[in-house]
């Protein structure tokens, strides 16, 4: 039983590894979130309608629903569920550039 366990770890070991070195090998495939990937126009189309007219109108019909749904259950999770839904999808292109496109300034490396 534990021999399978080991073969299993080891399997999940040696994967990891050959993703990592795939990622170190070709940084090109993992450049998603940058403007000059391969990637660029559906990263682009997908912030413009989360930002858009589309997403504001989505977002405020999940922040509407939220309300009206902790004001009929009497709950603050109804509530809070549609808020966070409504401003967690305008502002996830925002953070997702954020998080991905940080840079190391001068006074960070010491």
């Given at each position: 039983m534990k021999?399978?366990?080991l073969k299993?770890?080891?399997?999940w070991s040696l994967a990891a590894l050959a993703v990592t070195a795939a990622i170190l090998a070709f940084?090109?495939?993992?450049?998603?979130a940058s403007t000059s990937g391969p990637l660029s126009d559906v990263y682009t189309s997908l912030t413009e309608?989360?930002?858009g007219n589309v997403g504001k109108t989505v977002s405020l019909g999940m922040i509407l629903v939220g309300i009206v749904g902790g004001i009929a259950r009497q709950s603050l999770m109804s509530f809070a569920t549609g808020i966070g839904g409504g401003l967690g999808l305008y502002n996830a292109p925002t953070i997702i550039d954020?998080?991905?496109n940080a840079?190391?300034?001068a006074g960070m490396l010491n």
């Open positions: 021999s399978n366990n299993q770890a080891w399997l940084p090109e495939w993992v450049q998603a309608w989360a930002q954020t998080v991905f840079t190391l300034h």
